[in-house]
């Protein structure tokens, strides 16, 4: 190397701390053979079929059936899990009792145990027999083993996400505002719905968002509560098993496309939530 | 065994922080990298520390090729603005890290670890701090530390980027003061950044002064003083 | 008559009652009472009832297959997230972003459609299907398969947690480290390594958990074949669907107890380590 050392743009590959080839390299291989290859698979088999054979595929009634059992009932339970949400992540932050932190930790529970747990759990609690079931008979309310199954399996899995993502925000919204507000004569009520809740609105509907991309993707704890009745309350992922194990691969394939691409626009829409939220701080 | 640094130039994305830096320092000098912020003055320590690279110029010291090494190898200890000391580690460990990261056949025994940081601890003026995390240090001492963790390796360079920017008027005097002392003891080629310019002119050998990524002047304190070459020199030692 | 001192932030006492009724009964009817039928229903004929039903040997072997199957993934993973947050924090490339999003993809995409695209691509009539059945390979209905999907829905875990935190910690210490002549290695294990070590473990433990209990990816890919390819949350469901009630809740029950100690660890991590974790505020 000579005493003027130049060096060409190109060959900068230097770093000054080691490993960069070494840990980017195995990052990208492992992301590209493990998950990049086989998301490449799900696009490409539907595309065997033709757009009119995709179509087709699609829009038998029984796949929209499916398709808006997912969505709507996800959309559903979205809106409950914000509601109640709100309060909890409320009554977590701005109020003292003993055994808040319990409180606190069993929030996680959705997250931490398995699903199928979850899942015959709230299919036994909630069938004719079960301890919330039985109480509902006499009225003639149904839960298990109808679309009503499938709304409070999604409730229950989605909890987690509103409370947690409205918890950090509420809790570093400081008091000032709620306290100008009181100044100015307004009422506890009028504050938290004019004041608090409008500062809040981008971190509940990100949990919201959030609650409803696991309530449309999920199947361990909703395949049992669900009547998984074609057309009636039959889940969307329900349906690409199904077909799976019809060997119908372009189908199932289908559908899969459907909600990965589903899954796409509410990540863009997550982000640009955040980014909107971002802005306005 | 001077350290000659030739027209070296970096870029940030289409900033450039050094422009055909250049300058000549003698071995065991103490030199003073001066200038406002901007001026490209920790680029060209950090450039020398191996912690970046120049995109054209060079470097030479001790006879080598500096800028084609590695920061590992050069063997240039290093003093950052905030330390950087490891803070789940005593000051002991700390200081002995440079010993302890050597090959085996080059590493020193446990015993003349240990001999080896007491005396640096008492060089620094720490003695009896050893087995201290660097939570319970005030920023002085932690300074200090960072010091005697960068001589432990025994460095051919020892380059300082603003070490005494945190700390309050009466703990930089003394500062500075132990630092020449040590680097005398030593016999160390020191570069050191700073924007202070009362601090470069009290301590250093040669002092550089910087501007947009060159090096306005260079020369002995009381020559820089005495016969400013630029407007902006004049200008910077008058406040 | 002495008026107490109210400030002005302080919620009126009917509304403290009435959220806090509507919280508390929300959350207990939600999720307390199906945790609560979990081992009500395990229990429900003795604990020699529950004993017989987890040790009998399809239940073990779904037990030995769950930990297998967390064996391999979770290790792999581990390794996974310290490379991708090693080379996302300590290095400035293009496309950081692009690759973060990357790595954040399986937590958006349904456990079934997981494991359907390894169906897709190692299945009888997937890419690889034919040449694999030539040279008599099961990678589906097998327990390849399984990790593979396994470790697909799991693999953002440790990442995810270590991203954050090892950008908020910087680059100096290892910046330092070389200075001083340490090695890449020797760098990782004696710098990097104390300092992310409650992140790496929450990674860790998040990644177990959920490894352990995932249904939906390894159902697709898994033969249903009893007490050889069901892995615990497999067996609770063919438990289930055979009306064998206290065989699959006493599996649930395993699986709901390994779920909080999870929750334990996790929160006991939190409480300690606050500081020491995600720098992001995340769940």
Same mark, same amino acid.
């Given at each position: 190397m000579s005493a003027i050392g130049l060096r060409f743009?190109?060959?900068?590959? =230097?770093?000054?701390?080691?490993?960069f080839s070494l840990s980017l390299g195995f990052t990208l291989f492992y992301l590209t053979s493990l998950v990049l290859i086989p998301l490449l698979a799900l696009m490409i088999?539907?595309?065997?079929?033709?757009f009119d054979g995709f179509w087709a595929a699609i829009s038998t009634p029984r796949v929209l059936a499916a398709l808006r059992l997912s969505f709507g009932t996800a959309f559903a339970a979205a809106i409950i899990d914000s509601v109640f949400g709100f309060i909890i992540a409320w009554v977590l932050v701005r109020y003292r009792f003993p055994g808040k932190g319990l409180l606190d930790a069993v929030i996680d529970l959705p997250f931490a145990l398995p699903t199928a747990v979850a899942g015959i759990a709230l299919s036994t609690l909630y069938a004719p027999n079960g301890w919330i079931g039985s109480l509902l008979v006499p009225y003639g309310? =149904?839960?298990?083993?109808?679309?009503w199954g499938v709304l409070v399996a999604m409730t229950f899995i989605g909890l987690p996400f509103t409370v947690r993502t409205l918890q950090p925000v509420l809790s570093e919204l400081g008091l000032d505002i709620e306290e100008v507000a009181a100044t100015l004569g307004a009422t506890r009520v009028q504050t938290i719905g004019r004041v608090v809740l409008p500062m809040l609105m981008p971190a509940i509907l990100t949990g919201a968002a959030m609650a409803f991309a696991r309530g449309v993707g999920e199947y361990g704890s909703i395949i049992f509560i669900a009547?998984?009745?074609?057309?009636?309350?039959?889940?969307a992922p329900l349906l690409i098993v199904t077909k799976l194990e019809q060997y119908d691969y372009a189908g199932a394939a289908a559908i899969g496309v459907v909600m990965l691409a589903a899954s796409f626009v509410m990540l863009l829409a997550l982000n640009g939530l955040q980014s909107w939220a971002a802005k306005r701080r | 065994m001077s350290l000659t640094v030739d027209s070296v130039s970096k870029k940030f994305g289409r900033f450039p922080?050094?422009?055909?830096a250049s300058f000549v320092a003698p071995q065991g000098g103490f030199i003073s990298l001066l200038?406002?912020?901007?001026?490209?003055k920790t680029t060209l320590l950090r450039i020398l520390g191996g912690l970046e690279f120049a995109d054209s110029g060079s470097v030479r010291f001790a006879d080598l090729n500096?800028?084609?090494?590695?920061a590992r190898t050069r063997n240039a200890g290093f003093v950052f603005q905030q330390y950087a000391?490891?803070?789940?580690?005593t000051v002991a460990d700390n200081i002995a890290f440079g010993l302890r990261v050597r090959p085996r056949n080059k590493r020193p025994s446990n015993s003349d670890i240990q001999h080896r940081v007491k005396e640096l601890l008492d060089l620094v003026q720490?003695?009896?701090?050893?087995?201290?995390?660097?939570?319970?240090?005030?920023g002085g001492q932690r300074q200090r530390v960072a010091v005697a963790r960068a001589l432990a390796i025994e460095p051919r360079m020892l380059l300082l980027d603003?070490?005494?920017?945190?700390?309050d008027a009466k703990v930089r005097k003394e500062l500075r003061a132990d630092l020449r002392r040590i680097h005398d003891h030593a016999g160390v080629t020191t570069v050191f950044v700073t924007h202070d310019q009362e601090e470069a002119f009290a301590v250093a050998d040669l002092v550089a002064v910087l501007k947009d990524g060159r090096i306005e002047q260079y020369g002995a304190p009381a020559d820089v003083r005495r016969n400013p070459k630029t407007a902006f020199v004049s200008e910077f030692l008058a406040t | 008559m002495r008026a107490t001192f109210k400030r002005p932030t302080d919620d009126p006492v009917w509304l403290k009652v009435l959220l806090g009724t509507l919280a508390f009964g929300f959350i207990a009817i939600l999720l307390l009472l199906p945790l609560a039928l979990v081992f009500k229903e395990a229990f429900a004929h003795g604990l020699l009832a529950f004993w017989a039903a987890i040790t009998e040997p399809d239940s073990l072997s779904s037990v030995w297959l769950s930990l297998t199957v967390a064996a391999i993934a979770v290790p792999l993973n581990t390794v996974f997230g310290i490379a991708a947050a090693w080379s996302i924090a300590k290095f400035d490339f293009t496309g950081k972003t692009f690759l973060v999003t990357l790595i954040d993809l399986p937590f958006s995409v349904s456990p079934v459609v997981s494991g359907l695209i390894y169906v897709l691509v190692f299945?009888?009539?997937?890419?690889f299907g034919r040449d694999l059945m030539d040279h008599n390979i099961h990678i589906l209905f097998a327990l390849p398969g399984m990790v593979l999907a396994t470790i697909f829905v799991t693999f953002p875990f440790v990442a995810r947690e270590l991203i954050p935190l090892m950008v908020d910690q910087g680059r100096d210490e290892e910046e330092a480290a070389a200075t001083l002549g340490a090695s890449g290695l020797g760098t990782f294990l004696r710098v990097t390594l104390p300092n992310i070590k409650w992140g790496l473990l929450y990674g860790i433990l998040l990644c177990n958990a959920r490894a352990l209990g995932e249904f939906g990816a390894v159902s697709v890919v898994?033969?249903?074949?009893?007490?050889?390819?069901?892995t615990m949350p497999l067996h609770v469901e063919l438990l289930y669907n055979n009306y064998d009630y206290v065989g699959a809740f006493s599996v649930a029950a395993l699986l709901a107890m390994l779920g909080l100690i999870t929750l334990t660890l996790k929160s006991l991590l939190e409480w300690r380590y606050a500081d020491e974790l995600a720098a992001a505020h995340r769940h």
């Open positions: 743009p190109l060959l900068k590959s =230097r770093h000054v701390l080691p490993g088999r539907p595309l065997a079929l033709g309310i =149904r839960i298990a083993y109808t679309p009547g998984n009745i074609p057309a009636v309350s039959e889940i | 922080a050094l422009n055909g200038g406002p912020s901007g001026s490209g500096w800028l084609d090494m590695p000391l490891f803070k789940h580690m720490l003695p009896g701090l050893d087995k201290r995390y660097p939570s319970q240090l005030s603003e070490p005494f920017g945190a700390l | 299945g009888a009539q997937g890419w898994s033969g249903h074949i009893r007490g050889v390819t069901n």
